[in-house]
């Protein structure tokens, strides 16, 4: 017999119990007029949808966090925060990074204009496999 999970359903059939797949968080971020679901609540294009509406004049809604499960359906990945999901692989290209002035091993996953002609590197570093955001200065292939 397969496990239950406290709601007494399969774990993989329970909405509530269900873990998320690689590069999903368990709690995501939504607002309530956006198209996608977010990773990490000050994902930039979280923060950048939220300019966009007010300077068209439409109401901002406020950020909230939602079950994985609850939205994946419903909602696309965001692009940027959900990039490790959306490659369908793990990254492998591999690099280094700069962090607290020591150079350490990563995988580069994909890059975005910041501000001030900078550029923004978002990589996992090999050993903890945490995602990481550098600036382009502190990022070698
Ligand atoms: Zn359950
Ligand atoms: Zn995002």
């Known amino acids: 017999m397969s496990e ?5 359903l ?3 059939h329970c909405a509530d119990c269900k873990k998320p797949p690689k ?3 368990e709690f ?3 607002t309530e007029q956006g198209q996608a679901f977010h990773n ?3 994902c930039a294009f979280l923060v950048a949808g939220q300019d966009f509406a007010e300077r068209k004049g439409l109401d901002t809604h406020e950020v909230v966090a939602k079950k994985w499960s609850l939205v ?3 909602r696309g990945a965001c ?3 959900c990039a490790v999901y959306l490659m369908k692989k793990l990254p492998d ?5 700069r962090i607290n002035s020591e150079w350490i091993p990563a995988y580069y996953v994909r890059d975005r204009y910041k501000a001030n002609y900078r550029r923004e590197v978002q990589v996992v570093l090999k050993n903890s496999e945490n995602i990481k955001l550098v600036d382009e200065g502190d990022f070698k292939h």
């Open 72 to 74: 994946f359906s419903v």
């Open 93 to 97: 290209l591999e690099s280094i990074v």
């Open 4 to 8: 239950r999970c406290i709601h007494d």
């Open 10 to 12: 399969i774990f993989d």
């Open 79 to 81: 692009e940027w925060c």
């Open 23 to 25: 590069g999903i968080n």
């Open 28 to 30: 995501v971020y939504v």
């Open 40 to 42: 990490w609540s000050d």
